[in-house]
């Protein structure tokens, strides 16, 4: 029997031709799969496409774009059963390295076609669905300044040079953080603190732990607190090797733990990305919710990280008083 998907395809995305990508795409797919072809525009996106095809009883969906795109179309799916095929064709296609996901069309095609499924986790930040990550402070302020003349100039390089400009102007990056998990109440001075779902190894705000499980029904927090600006450089350059080599990072000036909720509040009030979008400012609440989204993806094995809070400037841990 012919399977059948709703193919959701951003025609502006990436910098290659978006006709031959097209086309490629249906002549690896439309041999077993039937496609609705459905394009975003300016006026319409991934998600309210997404929603639309979830309305009229679609199989499943494949969304074929960059990080926006693909967010957008997974987090229409959350808790549908709808399983979700990724095709990446953006600049930083976090979400594919995220879940292992090939980036180049025809590997993309090929796993979609090999039907293994993955039930993952999402979560919710401030009401809103969350699939890969929130990043305050630094990573939200690099994001917002990696303008897209840049982004679609030197890709991720974009992100690394906005990142420089950042460290700039360090001593203005730092704030105090009072942090809420499961069983704990933090205070701490940190640069940036990044709540990951999932995130890939490129996203290296997000590396304390490492080898971030996105089925555990977890949420991993990554405290970055430098004492200067060559302290952060060092500490991004570290977490870099950590996460390429899979291994949790070591500095006293990152920590990490892993909570299935948290509540960050700041002073002073700092901006908030949310899977590559600003979404605006502290504080915020974000809740894990488990094994809420399938997705097409080769087999993968991740390991168990831990805890690491110890050497943390400015660092108090109380234990969370239990709800009445």
Known sequence: MTRSACLIFNPVAGQGD???????????????????????TEEVDAGQLALQAVDNGVESIIASGGDGTLSAAAEALVETNIPLGIISRGTANAFAAALGIPDTIEAACQNILAGNTRVVDSARCNGKPMILLAGIGFEAETVENADREAKNRYGMLAYFISGLQQLRDFANCEFEAKIETDNQMITVTAAALTIANAAPPTSILAQGPAGIIADDGLLDLTIVAPENRMGAIASAYHLLQTAFRDEATKRDDIGYLQSKRLQVETSP?????????????????????????????????FKEPSDKLEGLPGLKIEDRPESE
Do not use: H, W, Y
């Open 18 to 40: 978006s006709e031959a990508d097209l086309k490629q795409i249906r002549s690896l797919l439309e041999p077993d799969i039937q496609l609705d072809i459905q394009f975003t």
């Open 269 to 301: 009030p700092q901006k908030v990305v949310m899977d590559g979008e600003i979404i605006g400012t502290t504080p915020i609440e974000i809740e894990c919710i488990p094994s809420s989204l399938t997705i097409f993806v080769p087999v993968n094995s």
